[in-house]
């Protein structure tokens, strides 16, 4: 029993070193990502503002004029499957393929924040359990030194693993309402371009 007891603590004691690399390289990334956020907040409320603007009133006769009105966005996913639904006209089919191939992107946009959100508070958890057991073998020893260094590893690794939480939940939050506005304005504009189609034949 004790030596899977000992096999069992060299594992997890083995272990905290990965996880606090992996705390380390998650909390940069949650950094670029709210740096990032902010940029991308501005350049979506810009654009879905002229979009909405633009739907008000849409009727299949002034879809050309919407088109060519469209912001110039680069790195508009939402723009860029606006100009591919009109293209796809009246076939039905392959719009509701492109609403589809925009949730799939949409979703891996989303991917980044909802790693963040699910490995923060488990590695943050790990991070401090790792260290509570060579801290509790500290206090039984009289070393104090040494209880105090691994409850401050394992305190650092709760907060460091929270924030990485905190920065993946909100943005994931604000990245899936974005998404959600552009799949309606996708959906709206689809059947917009079918009536305009099949008002041809």
């Given at each position: 029993m004790n030596l899977i007891s000992n096999i069992l603590y060299w594992i997890s004691t083995g272990l905290l070193v990965p996880v606090i690399v992996l705390l380390i390289l998650f909390f940069i990334r949650a950094l670029i990502l709210i740096g990032g956020f902010f940029g991308q907040y501005l350049q979506v409320k810009k654009t879905t503002a002229v979009i909405y603007g633009k739907l008000n009133g849409l009727n299949p006769a002034a879809l050309a004029d919407?088109?060519?009105?469209?912001?110039?966005?680069?790195?508009?996913?939402?723009?860029?499957?606006?100009?591919?639904?009109?293209?796809?006209?009246?076939?039905?089919?392959?719009?509701?393929l492109l609403i589809s191939e925009y949730e799939i992107e949409a979703d891996k946009e989303l991917s980044t924040a909802k790693t963040l959100t699910k490995m923060g508070p488990i590695l943050g958890l790990m991070g401090t359990l790792i260290p509570m057991g060579p801290a509790l073998v500290g206090l039984a020893s009289g070393d104090i030194a040494s209880m105090a260094y691994n409850m401050q590893v394992a305190f650092a690794t709760t907060v460091v693993g929270l924030v990485v939480s905190v920065i993946g939940f909100v943005t994931h939050q604000t990245k899936e309402r974005w998404a959600a506005a552009n799949l309606t304005i996708l959906e709206y504009l689809a059947d917009v371009v079918g009536k305009e189609k099949g008002g041809r034949e």
């Open positions: 919407f088109e060519n009105s469209l912001p110039s966005e680069a790195g508009s996913v939402l723009i860029a499957y606006i100009h591919k639904i009109i293209q796809a006209g009246s076939d039905r089919s392959k719009a509701d």
